[in-house]
């Protein structure tokens, strides 16, 4: 149920004013103007729906005053103005509003948890697509590490052979090859 109140300045065709003394009387607007006023109201607001006359309310408060204007005329009464002052819906439709109104605030509230789920999926995977190349990177670098220190091991291992030999008397190193000549006694050769 939709109630409308509709505010209506009138004023009578001064050169029509003994006719509509003859045919009216004196309350020609108490007599015609509430039931024009309705006639008009109720056609142009059949032709919208409930939500429309909230959401068109300037074109259709136009449309009424322009037939309210027409409609008058044949009664040779002049409105100066023509306005809806109110507008209210019985309590079924506005609970339908709310219903509506809830339902959408609903359906937002969820498009934002699936964003908020994306977001959150997108931020894992980058999370994770970092701790991967980190621990590649960390993986990288001890396998460097552990080959510098394999060839940090090598170096002091051929010191300390180096050392010892030096030390010995009877071992000569020759630097054109790997080979290594002994000094021993020729005569304990051959036993």
Avoid: C, W
Avoid at 91 to 115: G, H, I, N, T
Avoid at 126 to 137: D, F, V
Avoid at 151 to 175: D, F, G, W
Wanted: charged content about 25%.
């Amino acid at each position: 149920m939709v109630n409308l109140t509709l505010r209506l300045l009138s004023r009578p065709e001064v050169t029509q004013l003994p006719r509509i003394f003859q045919t009216l009387g004196l309350e020609y607007d108490e007599k015609v103007l509430p039931s024009i006023g309705n006639e008009v109201l109720k056609a142009v607001v059949a032709q919208f729906n409930a939500d429309q006359l909230l959401t068109d309310r300037p074109h259709i408060s136009a449309l009424v005053r322009d037939s309210l204007i027409r409609r008058a005329k044949d009664f040779n009464i002049v409105l100066d103005d023509v306005a809806i002052t109110h507008l209210s819906y019985g309590a079924e439709f506005s609970k339908a509003v709310e219903q509506k109104q809830v339902a959408q605030q609903e359906a937002e509230r969820s498009k934002f948890v699936v964003a908020k789920a994306e977001q959150e999926r997108r931020a894992a995977i980058i999370r994770a697509e970092g701790e991967s190349e980190s621990a590649k990177l960390i993986s990288e670098a001890t396998a460097a590490a552990r080959m510098g220190l394999i060839e940090l091991r090598k170096i002091e291992a051929s010191r300390e052979i180096a050392s010892t030999l030096a030390k010995t008397p009877n071992v000569a190193y020759l630097p054109n090859g790997n080979n290594m000549l002994l000094g021993l006694n020729p005569s304990m050769v051959g036993r």
